[in-house]
């Protein structure tokens, strides 16, 4: 009996030490960056060694979970261009020889496309079917100097046209004498969505045959996009189908987009989840108002390899939960363009009002956010044959006026056209051969 008790202390002893072996094996592997570790990112997209750990036992329960259905086999025209897409503010740039830098690196960097806004309340001003800009004294005299609105927006079709570079043009932006009375300026949709209708109408007419991707709105699940009042999905749906409607009968060739969806868990009047939001516009008859998805692809507080795949999960694998409900609704056929992509490297030093503004969106390193946009790029060309042009956000500013916001640090370009290891990543990426 002894012999047996003595035994089985052995073995459990030799048991002991091999399971701190491999503990401590396991330890030493994550913290130089072994096979395990390279293991853990390839599934969680997380970098520290005790996130990977509690990120890998979170991804074993995809196993437990109904997963998203993808259909990557379902018809989906693959997108054979140049998927590599950067939001622009080039109207924010007043002089003309500053909006033809930008567009001269955008295409030194080999990126394909520009999300550009055409703000409504920039083209159609002061009333009604005046697109006259008398905003601006231009020759010092003193007196306000009336040109043209479109000035502006034809210098900068002009400048993608002699660059090569797409332009997928952001509809938006409603200027005051369009809204309600109490609206949040600039955000709330018009009084008359018939108004809205003309304005998309005109920028299509000017641009036809020059811009062929349209997209109506932004983010209208989320406060202030939709203004001081609830969001509404269906009042959504109105507007993009008569949008949509109006730009097909101005050139059929035009695809329309529909508006990104902000990433978001909430169930609110104020922020409501882009899941339900999107099969509430199903419900409205949105399917057959689009041409293209619009989603959003943030990471946030990971990298982009993070497989955790929860509906109340934000990272950036989200995007195959808005597909899967595609598939659900029979609109397996369409595909999704990522509006908007990108880690942000906010500083510690940063000036924003408080800790929770300045983590808002993730806090990755400049190294980190270069990386992560290469990777993302290159998942989606892999993995996601439904999922065509992804745009960066963004590319730069004019100024530095927001430089204690959060959301300042995206940028690929400071205001004084420095740029950040982001861009040299994606021009890396995006001008190598195959």
Request: hydrophobic fraction near 40%; glycine fraction near 6%; charged fraction near 20%.
């Amino acid at each position: 009996m002894q012999n047996i008790i003595h035994s089985r202390k052995c073995r459990l002893l030799i048991l002991c030490v091999v399971a701190i072996a491999l503990l401590v094996g396991l330890l030493l592997d994550l913290r130089f960056h072994g096979l395990a570790w390279r293991l853990f990112y390839s599934v969680t997209g997380e970098e520290a060694p005790a996130k990977q750990v509690y990120g890998f036992l979170n991804y074993l329960g995809n196993w437990t979970r109904r997963q998203p259905v993808t259909a990557s086999s379902t018809s989906v025209p693959r997108f054979e261009g140049n998927p590599v897409g950067v939001n622009t503010f080039l109207e924010q740039e007043a002089e003309k020889s500053k909006r033809e830098r930008q567009m001269q690196l955008i295409a030194d960097a080999g990126i394909g496309w520009i999300r550009q806004q055409f703000p409504w309340a920039d083209i159609e001003i002061k009333e009604r079917g005046n697109f006259v800009d008398d905003r601006n004294d231009l020759n010092g005299d003193g007196q306000p100097d009336a040109i043209s609105a479109w000035d502006k927006y034809d210098n900068i079709v002009a400048l993608a046209e002699r660059y090569h570079v797409g332009i997928i043009a952001r509809l938006g932006v409603p200027p005051a004498w369009s809204q309600p009375s109490g609206a949040l300026a600039g955000h709330a949709p018009p009084a008359d969505f018939q108004d809205f209708v003309n304005y998309a109408t005109a920028v299509a007419a000017r641009y036809k045959g020059r811009i062929h991707y349209y997209q109506v709105w932004n983010e209208p699940n989320i406060y202030p996009e939709w203004g001081e009042q609830a969001v509404n999905p269906q009042a959504y749906t109105d507007l993009l189908c008569r949008t949509y409607r109006a730009l097909k009968a101005v050139d059929p060739s035009i695809s329309v987009i529909s508006a990104t969806l902000a990433q978001t868990i909430e169930l609110s009047d104020a922020n409501l989840n882009d899941l339900v939001f999107l099969q509430r516009m199903y419900d409205a008859g949105a399917a057959r108002c689009f041409d293209i998805l619009g989603a959003q692809g943030y990471g946030l507080f990971s990298g982009p390899t993070d497989r955790r795949m929860r509906p109340t999960v934000i990272n950036f694998s989200h995007v195959l939960w808005l597909r899967d409900m595609m598939i659900a609704n029979g609109d397996a056929a369409k595909p999704i363009w990522i509006g908007e992509v990108a880690w942000n490297p906010v500083p510690d030093e940063a000036t924003a009002p408080d800790i929770q503004d300045r983590l808002r969106y993730g806090q990755v390193t400049e190294e980190q956010a270069a990386r992560y946009a290469v990777e993302a790029y290159q998942r989606a060309r892999d993995e996601w044959p439904f999922v065509g042009v992804m745009c960066y956000w963004f590319f730069k500013n004019a100024d530095d006026h927001e430089k204690n916001q959060s959301q300042y640090y995206f940028r690929m370009l400071d205001p004084d056209f420095t740029p950040h290891p982001v861009y040299d990543a994606i021009k890396n990426y995006a001008t190598r051969k195959p």
